[in-house]
T-cell receptor
Framework: DAKTTQPNSMESNEEEPVHLPCNHS???????IHWYRQLPSQGPEYVIH???SNVNNRMASLAIAEDRKSSTLILHRATLRDAAVYYCILQGNAGNMLTFGGGTRLMVKP | DAGVIQSPRHEVTEMGQEVTLRCKPISGHNSLFWYRQTMMRGLELLIY????????DSGMPEDRFSAKMPNASFSTLKIQPSEPRDSAVYFC????????????FGSGTQLSVL
């Protein structure tokens, strides 16, 4: 399976934008890029996913590099409730199976 | 929709005892996943089912672990006998099979084996 690389942790100030990077240099043409996050003491929750084009939803934006070897999850205005571990995951077309890596722990300062 | 429901929320047991974790997926979902989370190993996929059939159980640690899905609305993960190293949070997730579908996770079962 193609792997992803994320920083272990990042810090942000409340109400400022946050850019969470993910490298996936071995991504294949059919791999989707998914982002999930896990709030403290909860199960992971879906954030966003994309294939080639940038994507926006009410939670975040996903910017995908032209060569697809990296992507960035953008939180436009971080709040304290956004403090969580953010996982970048590649999903091949072999089904729904998702393999989670270590993720990035985002800390938000008031 | 109530989401994915797991029970119990917490389980404390003694080494050697049988432990059964339960999961009710979201109605209409036909894929179900069991994950385990520890500080050391992170989130690991144990097994997943499509349409009640186990598709990949390569993540199941050993024969002490077994999982069943007798119908579309219920699944169990059993550990017999349990060991202290099985202590972890066990998550169940469900989704629609095929394509690119979101996984919806339950709140997890915190298992402590003493």
């Amino acid at each position: 399976d193609a792997k992803t690389t994320q920083p272990n942790s990042m810090e942000s100030n409340e109400e400022e934008p946050v850019h969470l990077p993910c490298n996936h240099s071995t991504i294949s043409g059919t791999d989707y890029i998914h982002w999930y996050r896990q709030l403290p003491s909860q199960g992971p929750e879906y954030v966003i996913h994309g294939l080639t084009s940038n994507v926006n939803n009410r939670m975040a934006s996903l910017a995908i590099a032209e060569d697809r070897k990296s992507s960035t999850l953008i939180l436009h205005r971080a709040t304290l409730r956004d403090a969580a571990v953010y996982y970048c995951i590649l999903q091949g077309n072999a089904g729904n199976m998702l393999t989670f890596g270590g993720g990035t722990r985002l800390m938000v300062k008031p | 929709d109530a989401g994915v429901i797991q029970s119990p929320r917490h389980e404390v047991t003694e080494m050697g005892q049988e432990v059964t974790l339960r999961c009710k997926p979201i109605s209409g979902h036909n894929s179900l996943f069991w994950y385990r989370q520890t500080m050391m190993r992170g989130l690991e996929l144990l097994i997943y089912f499509n349409n009640n059939v186990p598709i990949d159980d390569s993540g199941m640690p050993e024969d002490r672990f077994s999982a069943k899905m007798p119908n579309a609305s219920f699944s169990t993960l059993k550990i017999q006998p349990s060991e202290p190293r099985d202590s972890a949070v066990y998550f169940c997730a469900s989704s629609l099979v095929g394509g690119v579908e979101k996984l919806f996770f339950g709140s997890g079962t915190q298992l402590s084996v003493l």
